[in-house]
């Protein structure tokens, strides 16, 4: 049982350069999001997923995309990275409890930095 | 919408002192909170989480949180803090599946030998 894996962990992109963050879970939950983490700011929602073919915004989707196309991937695009995209990058996995999103379950982290 | 406020930036204490790390949230109805802990490079853990019943929440590492609906709480404590300790801890709270989780800033905790 991996938990939640991302690839890969750190990256370095030039200004207009695109790429994928890939993330994993084998815990068969079916809520996914995107979040980044900046200095000051703890974390930020991007992008989340209640199951396969369902995603939606968080607090800052501009200039990414996601799609979800099993229960297990959510990858995150960035479609022409800026240098305000540096940022650490987590990827987390949560089932339902009552109604509520429970425990959210976090990978190690993306560093990415664009130059 | 939900909210989380924590007040302290950056809190430094001695090594066998006791901790309290403040978290305050805004939410219509109950809610569901979460400690996390983040060392440095890491990504988050969970520390404890409150759904409901008892107010006073027991964790891993010796950590413990307090429920105050009246005063919209959720402080976290140790009895006695270890030098492993030092780290990120962030306060949230969970809304109606399939709506934002949201966290706090954070805390950063230093500990002096």
């Known amino acids: 049982n991996a938990g939640v894996t991302q690839t890969p962990k750190f990256q370095v992109l030039k200004t207009g350069q695109s790429m994928t963050l890939q993330c994993a879970q084998d815990?068969?939950?079916?809520?996914m999001s995107w979040y980044r983490q900046d200095p000051g700011m703890g974390l930020r929602l991007i992008h989340y997923?209640?199951?396969?073919?369902?995603?939606d915004q968080g607090e800052v989707p501009n200039g990414y995309n996601v799609s979800r196309s099993t229960t297990e991937d959510f990858p995150l695009r960035l479609l022409s990275a800026a240098p305000s995209q540096t940022s650490v990058y987590f990827c987390?996995?949560?089932?339902?409890?009552?109604?509520?999103?429970?425990?959210?379950?976090f990978g190690p982290g993306t560093r990415l930095t664009v130059l | 919408a939900q909210s989380v406020t924590q007040p302290d930036i950056h809190i430094t204490v001695s090594e066998g002192a006791s901790l309290e790390l403040r978290c305050n949230y805004s939410?219509?109805?109950?809610?569901?909170l979460f400690w996390y802990v983040q060392s440095p490079g890491q990504g988050l853990q969970l520390l404890l989480k409150?759904?409901?019943?008892?107010?006073l929440v027991q964790g891993i590492k010796g950590f413990e949180a307090e429920f105050k609906r009246s005063q919209s709480s959720f402080n976290l404590r140790k009895p006695s803090v270890h030098w492993s300790d030092a780290a990120e801890y962030f306060c949230a709270v969970g809304a109606i599946y399939g709506q934002n989780f949201v966290f706090g800033p954070g805390t950063r905790l230093s500990v002096l030998p």
């Open positions: 939410y219509g109805a109950t809610p569901y």
């Open positions: 997923s209640v199951g396969a073919g369902i995603t």
């Open positions: 987390a996995s949560s089932r339902p409890s009552g109604g509520r999103t429970d425990t959210q379950y």
């Open positions: 409150y759904f409901s019943g008892d107010t």
């Open positions: 815990m068969n939950h079916e809520y």
